[in-house]
């Protein structure tokens, strides 16, 4: 398996509140990226990081925000979290010096917001 | 915006039959595609990689590409009941990856 953890695995919070999770990685991709899972979207990327301090956004990113501020670490923060976030947050790398870029997933954060 | 669509419902298959999945996709220069396998409640795995036309196996799998008609298909053969899970397509262009819904597959016994 690629190297990747997140925390925490599981949270529940309530709506209003500020909600941060991590992605750690040890395989020292460039690449890091957090989607969204939710029945009848699929994965979809809220933000992605192309190197330390170097962030984008996806197609959903409102109301998200993200930092890296080392190679092995993406976070992601829900400002003010609201019930339409509840969903399962997967992060994923890859890199660039290969032939494919291929993207290898963490094990996921399910999230509920009350 | 990359559109990526798996039109198929939950496919059924005896164990031991191909079970096939089709992938098309909208954008024209997207550069590599991918099919992972997911597992409920579990994240996606990588099981594999095309870049160029044509076919391309790996063990019991076989991805095919077609750029020109822009689709790419996954064939399962011998199906075994591990291999029941939902397959994700998805496509790639500047170092993004699009997503298809997944495609359920049942290898029944």
């Known amino acids: 398996d690629a190297g990747i953890t997140q925390s925490p695995r599981h949270k529940v919070t309530e709506t209003g509140t500020p909600v941060t999770l991590r992605c750690h990685q040890t395989?020292?991709?460039?690449?890091m990226y957090w989607y969204r899972q939710d029945p009848g979207h699929g994965l979809r990327l809220i933000h992605y990081?192309?190197?330390?301090?170097?962030?984008d956004k996806g197609e959903v990113s409102d109301g998200y925000s993200v930092s890296r501020s080392k190679t092995e670490d993406f976070l992601l923060t829900l400002e003010s979290a609201t019930s339409s976030q509840t969903s399962v947050y997967f992060c994923a790398i890859s890199d660039d010096r290969g032939v494919y870029n291929e993207q290898f997933f963490g094990p996921g954060t399910r999230l509920t917001v009350l | 915006q990359k559109e990526v669509e798996q039109n198929s419902g939950p496919l059924s298959v005896p164990e031991g039959a191909i079970a096939s999945l089709n992938c098309t996709y909208s954008d024209r220069v997207s550069q590599s595609f991918f099919w992972y396998r997911q597992y409920s409640g579990k994240s996606p795995e990588l099981i594999m990689s095309?870049?160029?036309?044509g076919d391309k196996e790996d063990g019991r799998f076989t991805a095919q590409l077609n750029k020109a008609s822009q689709y790419v298909s996954l064939l399962i053969r011998d199906s075994q009941p591990s291999d029941s899970a939902t397959y994700l397509c998805a496509v790639q262009g500047n170092n993004r990856l699009a997503f298809g819904k997944g495609n359920q597959v049942v290898v029944i016994p």
């Open positions: 395989e020292n991709h460039r690449y």
């Open positions: 095309i870049y160029s036309n």
């Open positions: 990081s192309y190197g330390v301090k170097d962030t």
